[in-house]
């Protein structure tokens, strides 16, 4: 079992900065990367940024010069810098890890959290 804590999401204008946090915790053996997802109401679910345990990124083009995804201190961490928000920012933010685990045979596993909500106003 793989559990996600995300934390950091809220309400803020136009223009705004969150710093939202993710980390994970569990029998975990590696992890392959950890990204964040976002989904807006009446949309699918979408990436937003990703980390590689080898520190490659990738970004939607709506968040690149606006998004930075990191990683933390702590083990298996994760964290999402959003600067500059505009009110299609406003959806659940979904942390997602990925990875291989203690006692589990097969390949790579795949956890969610709950979900924070961050809502920008105009």
């Known amino acids: 079992q793989v559990q996600l804590v995300e934390s950091g999401g809220g309400l803020v204008q136009a223009g705004g900065s969150l710093r939202l946090s993710c980390a994970a915790s569990?029998?975990?053996?590696?992890?392959?990367?950890m990204g964040w997802y976002r989904q807006a109401p009446g949309k699918q679910r979408e990436l937003v940024a990703i980390i590689t345990s080898g520190g490659s990124t990738n970004y939607q083009d709506s968040v690149k010069g606006r998004f930075t995804i990191s990683r933390g201190n702590a083990k298996n961490s994760v964290y999402l810098q959003m600067n500059s928000l505009k009110p299609e920012d406003t959806a659940v933010y979904y942390c997602?890890?990925?990875?291989?685990?203690?006692?589990?045979?097969?390949?790579?596993?795949?956890?969610w959290g709950q979900g924070t909500q961050v809502t920008v106003s105009s």
């Open positions: 569990g029998s975990i053996f590696s992890t392959n990367a």
């Open positions: 997602r890890w990925t990875g291989r685990m203690y006692s589990t045979s097969g390949g790579y596993m795949e956890y």
